[in-house]
């Protein structure tokens, strides 16, 4: 048997002080989550990236199921014509639609090379999906004749594409993965409360599992959803003071259904517009995920949605060495296992453990145990977690427990910095200069008065780049004076740098 | 309280003998299993259908995780010159390929609707993806130097186009869902053991869960996957005769490793091309499912698969009783779903009992429970199952395991009853008027020696719409004569006509 050790240094991430932008490249690329590829803004999601992914959908999948949604699957394509029915949608979107025109290739005419087939020109283009709000509408108009064909409640698990300029992994790329719901109630209440109900579903999402504080409210008219009367968001920060919208549910009123006549015969035996609202989480959310909890060594993710949980390391000088630790590690990760951890035991000879350190460091794995020669002597293993890279030695004998109360405690703990950080980062603003010295200085939201119109919003997005991120929920009344006009208002809304 | 009974028909299924064609189209539309939409050749995937085809997913996802695979994403978008480069693979797909030429659409200059941008033209188009091998070839292109980084076992699930002309649910549509596995190894052995495991495990995953046996055997030349060297697949018989393509698994070679020029080290230090192998199974199993198992009445579906296992329906005058009966099936409910059996208690009194029964009927629900006033008094149930509509009277003291036996009862009745008529309908054809003879009369698989040649398949073809469909892996070797040439053969093959 021959040893081959490789000889690699430590995964060399840009330090977020130096350069942020860098540092979550970086971690992107080295905790092996995604990667660029040959078709411009399209990324890669690669199986670390793909496995966090899937947890996360299969969490909000069962969340959705739970409430009463079921899944369906639209065409990707979506007539031209349909855009055009409902126009402040087109107008949303028709800037970044890819868009399919022909349906062949053929060897082209001097044999050198494949050329599109002229002659296979469609009638009419298609797009492809940005959001399917009108193709799903075309179709709930056969499914719904009577209030007893409502509610719809209809998820579908998609990717989309929206021909983005400037791109970045998974926070902006031409094509993502994401989630849509499209449900159509009989009133405007019922909608309402749907409308509430998933946004309530996404912050409970990202706060218990993805241990990620957000703030709950509504958009401003400017900020809303094209085709949406009311836009329901949540708002998380991250550690350079910018927010980021980490999820949407919208009200769509009735425009939907009148774009595409899709009426019902109420219990009073009445036809009127069916009520709509849609709502929609995506991959960008793991953007998220990396710039709040991570830090300059690497990922650093939450257990409950980890796609590995522990890793066991043996460090040792010979194989016979090797047998005796593995057999205790077999029997670790047995006994982690029924306890619904999952571990992986990397007993890989070609690699040295200081490598494995730096491996799983960088892509977040909560705890790592590591087994010596030691540690077979006093039967015990040294466990070190990543949140805080602390170090200790623990019995085997209470292993399993203290690896249990430890994942909650590295759940809760994450959770808590970043809540720590949201609230230290959220500053009121009472003045034009106070508030361009904050958004300067310390980044963060800025709870500031506004007059409430969309012109006053452009102005501040103008001079600050800082736009209204929302209007919180649980907002105070409060008299004041807009920050720019000095008009009257009477609440504060939260203004921030953004994503 | 007031009564609404509505009043339907029993759903019109045109009947198998009458028109084969339309009862599998009245099955998957009036099971609201998926429906056509609005975009030539696709499909929209109901919330029925499409939870099955989740369990089906789920179940798959499982046996390729077990045997070591992962989940990665790749592009949608395939940039036109990656085809170009493996000959047969591009003339595989080129003439069916929905092509993406521009990324923006526009006002109209006489603002009369909404128009493509022509200054928004691609410098290369975008090809949809029919397949995936290019795309994902030039990405592990970067993933591998060493044999170290060998094997890459990865597996998608996503959405495909391919430009079919004639369309049919499931069967046949321009966007489809499915996996495709792409694998790449360091040596032709491990690639070959490969393809042929994934072979096994979709025939296994069609017998034991879809209830559906199959054929596992290799393509002819003729009819291997464009870019493959071999190409193994699993046939299934459907119930008018017709063969279907049931899930495939390719060796190929060094083929893309040169397209795309993905070498590796090998442990001898030398430069070598990766050897490569993709498999993968579709929605298309869906209609697979259709034709085996159901019936006039309806679909039919196994078990194992069913969205839904069990459902239970009251039979009632008075609300009083539908209350005691609710009680008793709430129970039943509970005591069912401890052993993991999904039911569903119909307790809507907006329907009638008997509108409740066809509806269950037609969407195959394995098992009905009924309970009704004489229910209650005598402390039993009804139970009725799908396969073949027989009902009787069961103590609700012994429901629950009476309930597990009756599902495994039925799942192997499935199977066997499929088994018994895949072997009926495999027939020896020794001269060519048996072998025509065999085709108008009963269709089937015909069991015949072929001189080998591609030449004379296609004439078989040209004359009697058979194809061979595979030569079995556990083909007996036996010197014979070719069905139409006369020449030598050393084995049979099995031709049919096919979906």
Partial sequence: MQFTYIFLMASNITSKEENYSAWYNDIALKADLAENSAVRGCMVIKPYGCSLWENMRDILDKMFKKTGHVNAYFPLFIPKSFFSREASHVDGFAKECAVVTHYRLKNSADNKGIVVDESAKLEEELIVRPTSETIIWNTYKNWIQSYRDLPVLCNQWANVVRWEMRT???????????????????????????????????????????????????????????????????????????????????????????????????????????????????????????????????????????????????????????????AIAERIKVDLESKNISVKYDDRDSYRSGWKFNEYEVKGVPVRITIGPRDLENEQVEICRRDTLEKQLVSQATLTSTVEDLLSQIQENLFNKAAQFQQNNIRKADTWEEFTQILEKHGGFVSAHWDGTTQTEEIIKEKTKATIRCIPFDNPQEDGKCILTGKPSKERVLFAKAY
């Avoid at 159509?184 to 409308?195: G, N, R």
């Avoid at 409210?217 to 927010?243: P, V, W």
Wanted: hydrophobic share 45%.
């Fill in 168 to 326: 970045r992994l998974f926070l902006r790329t031409a094509e993502f993965l994401w989630q849509e719901g499209h449900t159509a109630h009989a009133t405007a209440e019922e909608a309402l409360a749907e409308t509430e109900r998933m946004i309530n579903i996404y912050a409970d999402f990202a706060q218990n599992y993805m241990a990620m504080p957000v703030i709950k409210g509504r958009k401003s008219a400017n900020e809303r959803f094209a085709g949406a009367l009311d836009t329901y968001c949540i708002e998380a920060l991250m550690q350079d003071g910018k927010a980021l919208q980490a999820g949407t549910s919208h009200f769509l009123g009735q425009n939907f259904a009148k774009a595409f006549d899709v009426k019902f015969l109420n219990k009073e035996n009445q036809l009127d517009y069916v009520w709509a609202t849609s709502w929609g989480v995506s991959t960008r959310l793991i953007g998220a995920l990396i710039m709040v909890h991570s830090d300059n060594n690497g990922l650093v993710l939450p257990p409950k949605i980890a796609p590995l949980q522990v890793v066991i390391v043996p460090v040792y000088k010979d194989l016979d060495t090797l047998a005796k630790i593995s």
